[in-house]
C-alpha cells in the first residue's frame, strides 16, 4: 500500500472530541457536562475486553472497528442495555440481515456511497460501465454495493477485472495499466472499488482509453469531504482544523456526529438514559443539523444516519446527492442505501 496517504493517529478520534467540544459549549448554560474517554485496541489485543471495560463506566460507545468486531461488541451481555455508535464500517449487512438494536451508525453506508455515484452515472447517461474491482475484504463490499446500486438505478457493467497486480505499480503504472484495461474495449466510464487506496491512484490516466474514472478513486462519493464549504461546514472545518491541526475526513465526521447526537438528545430530552434518548433520536422529532444543507435523521427500521453524499474529487465538490430529479415518496435522502422495503433488518421495530 502506498504511504502518500498515512492514516492519522487520531482518526475519528478529532471528530469525537470536536463534537465533545460543541456539547460541552452548549451544555454549559444547561448545567450539563460530558466527558469524552477513549481505548485503543492495537493487533492482537482483545477488542471485547476493551469493549467490556468501557461499557461498566458507560452505556454509550462510539466505536471505530470492522463489522465483525462491531458485531461482536454489541452482542456482548454487558452491551444489551448500550447504545453504540458505528463510525468506520458501510457494510451492508450492518443495515440489512444483521443488523443490531443497540446500534445506530452514523458512517455512510457503502450503499449510500454507491447510489450516490449511480445517479451521477444516469444524470450523465454514462451507462456503457466497467469495474475494477481489489481483493481486500472493503473492496469487495464496495464491489457488491456497486453492483446492487446499478442495478437499482438500471445500469449494469459490461465489464470487470480483479487487481492482483503485487508489482510496485510507482515504476510499472504506465505499462501495466494500459495493457490491463486493453480488454474493456470502449466505454463511458471506469469504475474503482479500491477502498484501501493500494492501487486506484495509479489506474487514472493509465487506461487504455481516455474515459472518467469515477468510485474509490476519481470521482468519489463521500460522508464527508475537506472541500466542502456550503451550509456553514466552512466554521466547522475551521474549528475542527484549529483543534486538531489537519482536516477533517469522513471518519472524523461520523464520529463527531454520533457525539452530537447524544447531545442534541440530552439538550431537548433533558435526560441521559439508554431508553429515552434512543426512543428520541429514533422519532419524527429529532433532527440534527450537520452543515449539509438540510437536517439529518435516523431510520427507523435499521437505525441509519440519513445524509446527503458529497461527489467530489480531492480539489472541489462537483454534486451533492440526492441529486435533483432522484424522488421518494417520503424523503428523497432514502434514495441513497436501503430503503424500508429493502431492508431486512427486523429488530428495530
Known sequence: M?????????????????GLKDNQTTGKFL?????LLSAQVLMGEDTLEAARMMLAVTP??????????????????EAAEALIFNTSAGDLSLRD???????LHTITSDMMRTDALAQVLVKKRWDDLVMITGSHPADQSYAAAM???????????????????????????AQEVPLFTHAFGDYDALILADEVHDFGRYVLYNTWQARPVVGSEGLSALGWSEVIEQWGAAQLQSRFEEQSGRRMNAQDYAAWAAVRTLGEAVT????DD?????????????????FKGRPLTYRRWNGQLRQPVALA??????????????LHQTNELDSLGLDRPESTCEVFE
Not at 431537548?268 to 435526560?271: D, E, I, K, S, V
Open 60 to 77: 454509550y460507545l462510539v466505536v471505530d472497528a470492522s463489522a465483525d468486531n462491531l458485531r461482536a461488541i454489541a452482542d456482548l451481555p
Open 147 to 173: 453492483r446492487r446500486s446499478l442495478a437499482k438505478f438500471g445500469l449494469s457493467l459490461q465489464g470487470e477485472k480483479e487487481w492482483l497486480f503485487d508489482a510496485d505499480m510507482r515504476r510499472n503504472a
Open 268 to 271: 431537548r430530552t433533558n435526560a
Open 2 to 18: 502506498s504511504n502518500l496517504d498515512p492514516v492519522p493517529e487520531d482518526n475519528g478520534l478529532a471528530g469525537a472530541n470536536a
Open 31 to 35: 448545567g450539563q457536562t460530558y466527558e
Open 97 to 103: 440481515g444483521e443488523c443490531r438494536a443497540n446500534v
Open 313 to 326: 474529487h480531492p480539489r472541489a465538490l462537483v454534486a451533492q446527492a440526492p441529486l435533483e430529479g432522484f
Open 274 to 290: 439508554v431508553q429515552s434518548l434512543r426512543t428520541y433520536i429514533l422519532s419524527d422529532d429529532f433532527e440534527l443539523a450537520g
